[in-house]
Antibody, heavy 119, light 112 residues
């Protein structure tokens, strides 16, 4: 059974930093591209960042470019999101999502971790 | 960037009746060499992550009831729930994966 478990969320002040983690199990992590998607309270879904299986290709939404860094450790079956210079508008539930094999829709999602940026 | 616009924003349908949700893309998401539309549909219930329902615009994910169907091509797509059940109350999102990723704003489905 595929499992994606996010952690690292919490309350942080504007301008602060936070590192999210996503622990993966139940599949060959190193074979799949992975993504972060966020959802502000009461709002819709927003794609944040994507990383290919070998970390060769990395993409960011314009809203986080230059502030967030996605990475992965295939030996630890883990995905990360380093978030710097956080703003109030970054407040959201952050989900990690696994792409389908050979296709970029999201077959599996974690339960999410809440990040709150507030003074 | 590709923009997806869903309509309506909300929809109230009687149990057993048909629900029709629309998703319009600002540019075609049909990849000509494969003749595939890079469009997916997700269902999200309160307090839960999204769940994949449909990919390639019309391929139903394993385990998804056959009352859910997807159609359309190019820039105009539809998710149809043929006979609405109580457990289908949720927000539904379309997503394009043709050029990076974007989601529509969602359609909330309720019982009339």
């Amino acid at each position: 059974e595929v499992q994606l478990v996010e952690s690292g969320g919490g309350l942080v002040k504007p301008g602060g930093s936070l590192r999210l983690s996503c622990a993966a199990s139940g599949f060959t992590f190193s074979s799949y591209d992975m993504n972060w998607v966020r959802q502000a309270p009461g709002k819709g879904l927003e794609w944040v960042s994507s990383i290919s299986s070998s970390s060769h290709y990395i993409y960011y939404a314009d809203s986080v470019k230059g502030r967030f860094t996605i990475s992965r450790d295939n030996a630890k079956n883990s995905l990360y999101l380093q978030m710097n210079s956080l703003r109030a508008e970054d407040t959201a539930v952050y989900y990690c999502a696994r792409e389908g094999q050979g296709a970029s829709y999201y077959r599996d999602w974690g339960q999410g971790t809440l990040v709150t940026v507030s003074s | 960037d590709i923009v997806l616009t869903q309509s309506p924003d909300s929809l109230a349908v009687s149990l057993g009746e048909r629900a029709t949700l629309n998703c319009k893309s600002s540019q075609s998401v049909l990849y000509s060499s494969s003749n595939k539309n890079y469009l997916a549909w997700y269902q999200q219930k309160p307090g839960q992550p999204p769940k994949l329902l449909i990919y390639w615009a019309s391929t139903r994910e394993s385990g998804v009831p056959d009352r859910f169907s997807g159609s359309g091509s190019g820039t105009d797509f539809t998710l149809t729930i043929s006979s609405l059940q109580a457990e289908d109350v949720a927000v539904y999102y379309c997503q394009q994966y043709y050029s990076l990723w974007t989601f529509g704003q969602g359609t909330k489905v309720e019982i009339k």
